[in-house]
Every structure is written in structure tokens, then in C-alpha cells.
């Protein structure tokens, strides 16, 4: 926790809360979210300038609807409450809420009742977001509405206790001046400084990890990707060769991935690296299993049996390295609220005690954007730190049904295929994320005078800001049909490709 001066979110299942943070983060302020029954007694104890109530799908006046300490509301500490934040608020301090007659989902416009400070420089009438099928229908006593919209009370604030709230979600892209809301609340009202910056990051890192180790052993796990491959240049800075990296191919990497890691951390970086190959093993866990979710932990369990296996044989070992970041830590547990668990991911948690060693984690507290930023300030070539993400259990999710040694070797084809002709055509850096899926469905085709009866690929590519949200990439015909016929015609088992046009919501970015 590194509160101190900055916005603590209080969590009360929102898939939207880690946006809150995003957004004040982006005008290099910290902001962290927290359990919603955290007690009063250690949220002061963070030092938070500010408190900002999260968005959430119960009902106030449910039955064991998630309540906040009440105690929060006399801190003098200043609030904002988003959406159930602003009705759990209400209820609380003795107004009323209740179901509303029309709901309001989706789009809305705001008009502005009173301007300063939450309202500081947004046009009346701008567009906002409201998700909620709940209202106010009497405010509390001391306070005033400050907006509202054709159908709702909107927003209100009692002024002398610095404690605001919205009933729409200023955190996400459709609420057009939702950061700028934020931004007002935690400069204006908070009275936050910009004192959030990657390059302090850095040195305080380097220092804390060094005064952590001291002159004990750390091991990691470097996968190649964005994440490990920076916490292991940011944690080789401060102790050297104290610092020694697993690299674990576990087949389900991208093609050639091992060699590039080992050239490019253990060569370029002089960091001490272990290559372990490991496919057979994990393609012996998956023999037989198609349901993604337990694709997934298996991919994990069998990694942490390997890495196991493998730290064991270097000696004197206290500490293990993580390449965690604070969207894995939300996503992969429900350890900040009751928002649901989107999925495993075997970065987070997992790895057996037994191992009796002490955990570090120097991402733990960055989004994927900020992570990026420390890559680059450490040195890490662009071409590496700026590629698409990957997932956690590789390519076995994203091969549909069982994984097997063929399909592996007919979608790392595909897959280099595809991203060759994306940075030939300059579109790399113009979306967001882009692979190859392989289907577990043969078709029938005609290559020369032969009929062919071989896989399905499908190509994904989206664009996002945050990853909560993504549309589909408009890419090029002729770039579809380039990429296309490259892959039909130089990967031996596919004889058909598609192409995903599926956004998030309704889909996620991977199939599985």
C-alpha cells in the first residue's frame, strides 16, 4: 500500500473499479482500491487524501447489501460516491433511495445545477453513462443537488462535509468528461499533488528491493512477456546477480520465444538465466481436456510444479520474484470486494507454501501502460516492451478443445505469420492486441487438384484503452486477405481463415 497523499477506492464489486484508479492515475496521482468493509481505523491509517466510493450491482436495500464503516463519514476525509456508492451514501446519512420507475442504462446527458468544484469546466448537457435501476428520491439532510438528468437526480453534494456523489459512472470512455470530473474531485476537493511518476517508481524500487533482499538469493520466472521481463530488469538493477531467472518453456509460447528471452535477457541484460524445457509435461496435464477454465489451471498448476521442481536445484534461494500487476491481483481474486472472479491466472496466489520462500512483487501496484513506461526507463528495447499482450497460459487457450503437439506447431505459424504482416503494414502499434485462434473444426478444401480436410484459424484483433472495453480493428481488406492466404498457403493444416468481428461486451478479447 502506498496510499499516503493519494485516493483510496473503496471496492463494492464494480468490474469498473480499477478505472477509477486508472483515470487519477492518469494525471500521476495514486490511487489504489481497497475492500469496501475495510474499518475506519485502517483507511486513516493509509493517509488518503481522498475516498471515492465504488459502483456495484446490489441494491441498497437488499438484504446484506455491502456496506462501508459508517464511521467514514465523519473523517473530514473528502468523498465521492459513484453510482452505488452515491445510494449506499445516501442511505446511510438518511435520505432515501429506491427502485426507479425508468431505469436509466446506457447514455444520458447532464445538466449542471452547480458548478463549482466537482463541476469545475464541464459543459452543461455533456454526455455521461448511467448504469442503475435504483435512485434518490430524498436527498439527506445538509444536502443540495449539483446535477441531474431528464430522469434522475444526478448528483449531489453536501458542501460542508466535503462528500459528493454521481449517479452516473465518470470513470469509463462514454462519459465523455467523467476523468475530468475526477480529476476535479481529487485536485480541487482532495487537494491531491502530481507526485505519482514512474522514474520515482524506479529508485524507490530499487532501494526497497534492496533493503528487502539484502544479500539473499531471488528467483523469477521470466516468461519473455511485458510483465516478468520488467520486474526482472527492475529487480537485476538492484541486486545483480543475487537475481537468478527461470526461464520455462512451456511449449505454449509464442514461436521462438525461448531463444529471443535467452539472447535478449540473458546476453543483452548479462542476467543469469535457466532455459527449462518442459513441453512434453504439460502437453501430458492437458492430454483430454477441452473446458478452457480447467485449461487454465492446469497450465498453472503444472508451471508452479515445474518451477518447483527447478528452484529446488539452485541453493540458498529466500525470495521469489513475481511479474504480478494490479490488474492480475483484481481480476484474478476477489480480494478487494465481491466483483466477480473473471478468470484464473496463475501469476497470483497458487504457488505452495512449501516452498518457504518470501514474495516480491515491484509491479504489484501498476497497470499495464505504467509498466510499459518503467520497461522503457530501464532500458528494455521498444520493439519488446511494446508488444500486444499475451496471455498467462499461452497459447492453450488459444487453441479451442484439446491441446495437442500438432496444433501447437500449426498456431505458432499462423500466429508469427499473422504479426509479420501487421508491423509489414505498420497496423502493430494501431491496435491493441492481435493473434490467430485455431478451432477444433475441419473443413473441406481444395488445394491444386487436391481436396484438403484440415483446421479453421481465426484471426482477432482488437482495440482498446483499459482492456475492460475493446472493439473489433476495422483492419484492411487487402491486409485481411494478405495475412489470409499467407497463412492457408505456408501452414501445412489450415485451409481456412476467418476473421473475429466480435467486441467486449458481449465477447472477450480471448476465446477461452
Known amino acids: ?8 477506492i473503496l471496492d463494492f464489486g464494480s ?3 480499477q478505472l477509477i484508479a486508472r483515470r487519477i492515475r492518469n494525471h500521476n496521482i495514486y490511487a489504489e482500491v481497497v475492500p469496501h468493509w475495510a474499518c475506519i481505523e485502517h483507511i486513516q491509517s493509509l493517509g488518503p487524501q481522498g475516498i471515492i466510493l465504488s ?6 436495500y437488499a438484504e446484506k447489501a455491502p456496506l462501508p464503516d459508517p464511521a467514514l463519514f465523519d473523517t473530514g476525509i473528502p468523498i465521492l460516491g459513484i453510482c452505488y456508492g452515491m445510494q449506499v451514501t445516501t442511505a446511510l446519512l438518511g435520505g432515501r433511495v429506491a427502485q426507479a420507475r425508468k431505469k436509466e442504462f446506457g447514455k444520458a446527458h447532464l445538466y449542471i445545477d452547480q458548478a463549482y468544484p466537482l463541476y469545475k469546466n464541464i459543459p452543461d448537457g455533456s454526455q455521461v453513462w448511467m448504469s442503475h435501476a435504483d435512485h434518490i428520491t430524498e436527498m439527506p439532510k445538509g444536502f443540495q443537488q449539483l446535477a441531474h438528468t431528464d430522469s434522475s437526480i444526478a448528483s449531489t453534494a453536501d458542501l460542508k462535509r466535503q462528500i459528493y456523489t454521481v449517479q452516473f459512472h465518470p470513470e469509463v470512455t462514454h462519459s465523455v468528461y467523467g476523468e475530468e470530473i475526477l480529476k476535479n474531485f481529487a485536485v480541487e476537493i482532495c487537494g491531491c499533488k502530481p507526485s505519482w511518476d514512474m522514474g520515482d517508481f524506479i529508485e524507490q524500487s530499487v532501494s526497497a528491493i534492496r533493503e528487502k533482499v539484502g544479500d539473499k538469493r531471488v528467483i523469477l520466472g521470466l516468461s519473455g512477456g511485458v ?8 529487480i537485476h538493477r538492484a541486486i ?3 537475481l537468478t531467472c527461470l526461464f520455462i518453456d512451456t511449449g505454449l509460447l509464442r514461436k521462438g520465444e525461448a531463444h529471443k528471452a535467452m539472447q535478449t535477457y540473458g546476453e543483452h541484460f548479462e542476467m543469469r538465466i535457466r532455459l527449462v524445457t518442459a513441453q512434453a509435461q504439460f502437453l501430458e496435464k492437458l492430454e483430454g481436456i477441452t473446458a478452457p477454465e480447467q485449461k487454465r489451471k492446469i497450465i498453472g498448476q503444472t508451471f508452479i510444479e515445474v518451477f518447483d521442481r527447478e528452484s529446488k536445484k539452485i541453493q540458498n534461494v529466500d525470495f521469489l520474484a513475481q511479474g504480478t500487476i494490479y490488474p492480475d491481483v483484481i481480476e484474478s481474486q476477489s480480494v478487494k470486494g465481491p466483483s466477480d472472479t473473471i478468470k484464473s491466472h496463475h501469476n497470483v496466489g497458487g504457488l505452495p507454501e512449501s516452498m518457504g520462500l518470501r514474495l516480491i512483487e515491484p509491479l504489484r501496484e501498476l497497470f499495464k501502460d505504467e509498466v510499459r513506461e518503467v520497461g522503457k526507463k530501464l532500458g528494455i528495447p521498444a520493439v519488446l516492451i511494446d508488444r500486444h499482450p499475451f496471455p498467462g497460459p499461452g497459447l492453450g487457450i488459444r487453441i479451442l478443445g484439446e491441446v495437442s503437439a500438432e496444433k501447437l506447431a500449426i498456431l505458432q505459424e499462423a500466429d508469427a505469420i499473422l504479426i509479420e504482416e501487421i508491423r509489414k503494414a505498420q497496423l502493430y502499434h494501431r491496435v491493441s492486441q492481435a493473434f490467430v485462434v485455431l478451432l477444433p473444426v475441419k473443413s473441406v478444401g ?24 475493446a472493439t473489433w480493428s476495422h483492419l484492411p481488406h487487402d491486409f485481411l486477405e494478405r495475412a489470409g492466404n499467407r497463412i492457408i498457403n505456408e501452414v501445412a493444416g489450415i485451409n481456412r481463415v476467418a476473421y473475429d468481428i466480435s467486441s467486449k461486451p458481449p465477447a472477450t478479447v480471448e476465446w477461452e
Request: no cysteine; glycine share 12%; charged share 15%.
Open 240 to 242: 545483480g546477480d543475487q
Open 1 to 8: 500500500m502506498r496510499i499516503k497523499g493519494g485516493i483510496a
Open 15 to 17: 468490474q469498473y473499479s
Open 227 to 234: 510483465d516478468s521481463s520488467v520486474a526482472a530488469v527492475l
Open 55 to 60: 459502483g456495484g450491482p446490489a441494491s441498497v
Open 446 to 469: 481444395v488445394m491444386g487438384d487436391a481436396r484438403t480436410y484440415e483446421y479453421t484459424a481465426v484471426i482477432r484483433s482488437v482495440n482498446t484503452t483499459d482492456f475492460m472495453t
